[in-house]
């Protein structure tokens, strides 16, 4: 079976407002993590002739890698990020939920620090953990900005 990035999505089309209420509902974050890896095992993993040095994300404790896929004709950039680690894959998915299939703009406009505030995701992880992530967000972040450019 061929890898195919523009059909990745998770579930039902889970949007980053369904994960901020889901996680708003849990009421400890023990549960919370067991959703965020629950999330990342939704995720397909991306073949090994993706998982390139040019793909690496650099600054996460975990390896990820990241791919991405432009549609001019849509205006929409479409995003796969596997890691090593099922916590980083939950975390990706969550980003994923925010920024997959939008446009260029979108991304660069969307307010990542904001949601992750909404969700206080980000006191509840490593620091390391932490700067993984917003490597993970500024990876995709310059992809877009090359785009709109």
Known sequence: MQFDIRSIKLGQDVTAGDIAEDLEFLDDWEERYRYIIDLGKQLP????????????????????????DYDADANTLYLAVDSDALIVKGLAAIVLSALNQQSPQAIHDYDMDGFFERIDLLSHLSPTRGNGL?????KIKHQAEQLVA
């Open 45 to 68: 993993g991306l073949p090994d002739e993706l998982k390139t040095e040019d793909r690496f994300v650099r600054g996460c404790q975990s390896q990820v890698w990241l791919e991405t």
């Open 134 to 138: 917003r490597a993970m967000v500024a």
